[in-house]
């Protein structure tokens, strides 16, 4: 079993002065929510997710060496402009990993960010842009211990990622992953994100995810806020063990190719995310008229069509539409007719299964 001390490195056998590296890391969205979380970013259920292909951030790491290493230092831009209100999260999350990268202290950083997605669409931005600091880092770490696998590579990045954002251990590799220990995923951890084990049948390998924008505001209640409600929540514990069985019926439905449980599955998740939301204490909906104008929209389009087309949301307003490879004709030109009305400046944004974090 993956415990924290295995991420604690022994003594470096190389010094690097300076350089930089460039990594991508996409987005991702969960088909088994997590919402809900104890000390130090541990899921309180475990979640499965799909990487998306090109919704992601791009983030260029300067490292070099300093000669006071009494604290951390930094310097960050976002799409080419120095951003301060990113600062705080940087120096948390360095504060929380420094144990596990002892170096940090020791270089002068400069962090250059950019989302290809547009600013505040409303798609969170944290899985992909934690991710994308994680795996920069340990480029950093690789080249003070050159002998590092890259298993343990990428294990170490998302164990790191979580620390800054928990969904972001699921942005660095494989196409669908599961965080959080579930009886039926060989090799599942609360630590890390896993590739989902079994072989993936071929419908899921290229399925799509078309972003609706409902609301591209700034949510009333923050998911760290929503997830520390869980702790006191009525139906809290009712709802891990739900979600723990839908991992299990969602894991049989991509091997097997069952679109039709994959739909009832997903769906039931996001209206259930949004359910814990509207029954903690205090409660919040963070659902917009429009949001729910296009969930009944979907549902009358595949009760009448017969298109395998379905819904899923993250904790926000907007609309993930999910569908089939092989219907995206049919379902492009139903967003195109019925939903762009609903989105804010009619904007949405097509995506698709991606691959995980990629160095540039």
């Known amino acids: 079993m993956a415990t924290v001390q295995q991420f604690i490195p022994s003594a470096y056998t190389q010094t690097a002065q300076n350089g930089s590296f460039t990594w991508s890391a996409p987005s991702n969205i969960a088909l088994v929510k997590y919402w809900g979380k104890k000390e130090n970013q541990i899921p309180a259920n475990p979640s499965v997710s799909f990487t998306l292909n090109n919704c992601k951030t791009i983030t260029t790491l300067g490292f070099e060496k300093k000669t006071d290493t009494t604290a951390f230092t930094f310097d960050f831009s976002f799409e080419g402009q120095p951003k301060d209100s990113f600062r705080p999260k940087i120096e948390k999350f360095f504060e929380r990993i420094e144990a596990y990268l002892p170096f940090l202290k020791e270089y002068h950083f400069t962090i250059n960010t950019q989302n290809t997605f547009p600013h505040s669409s409303g798609i969170a931005s944290s899985a992909s842009g934690m991710a994308a600091l994680a795996v920069n880092l340990m480029s950093l770490e690789r080249l003070l211990n050159p002998e590092m696998t890259d298993a343990y590579f990428y294990e170490k990045a998302s164990f790191l990622a979580r620390l800054g954002s928990g969904s972001a251990c699921r942005s660095i590799k494989g196409s669908t992953v599961v965080w959080g220990e579930h009886a039926g995923i060989e090799g599942s951890s609360d630590l890390f994100g896993v590739e989902f084990p079994a072989e993936v049948h071929d419908v899921f390998k ?96 595949r009760q009448q069509t017969g298109v395998p087309v379905c819904f899923t949301l993250d904790a926000g307003a907007n609309v993930h539409v999910l569908y089939p490879e092989n219907v995206s004709v049919k379902v492009l030109q139903f967003i195109t007719t019925e939903l762009i009305g609903y989105c804010q400046n009619n904007q949405y944004i097509c995506d698709k299964i991606g691959a995980g974090a990629q160095v540039l």
């Open 206 to 301: 290229t399925y799509q995810d078309t972003i609706l924008l409902v609301d591209k505001g700034e949510k009333q209640v923050s998911s760290t806020l929503g997830h520390d409600l869980m702790h006191e929540h009525p139906y809290a514990e009712r709802r891990f063990a739900q979600a723990h069985e839908n991992l299990s019926g969602i894991k049989k439905a991509l091997v097997e190719g069952n679109v039709d449980d994959f739909i009832k599955i997903t769906e039931s998740e996001a209206l259930t995310l949004h359910a814990m939301m509207m029954t903690s204490q205090p409660y919040f909906i963070l659902m917009k008229p429009n949001t729910l104008s296009i969930i009944n929209a979907i549902w009358n389009f």
